[in-house]
């Protein structure tokens, strides 16, 4: 599966969640490099050496792409632990 369309797919699985979406933007500012608007296209996307790592631990292959239903999952669990 191509990065977009698990994007896509977990993009479209958050859209039925509006109670995520404020988690979702604050984790990808988060997630984000220091000084990532600097860089073009200015937007706060993790450091691709850190999703590999993420995905070696959780799926143990960096290749994989995630499943919405983990993204979401991991989303729920940080909004929980923010209160």
Do not use: I, K, N
Not at 18 to 43: I, K, N
Not at 59 to 83: F, I, K, Q
Request: glycine fraction near 4%; charge should be positive.
């Amino acid at each position: 599966m191509t990065a977009q369309r698990w994007e896509l797919r977990a993009a479209l699985a958050l859209a039925a969640r509006p109670w995520l979406w404020a988690t979702a933007v604050t984790q990808l500012v988060r997630l984000a490099p220091s000084g990532w608007w600097r860089r073009w296209p200015p937007l706060p996307v993790p450091d691709a050496s850190y999703l590999r790592f993420r995905l070696q631990t959780a799926y143990g292959d960096p290749e994989r792409d995630p499943d919405p239903g983990d993204v979401l999952a991991y989303l729920t669990w940080c909004r929980r632990a923010r209160r």
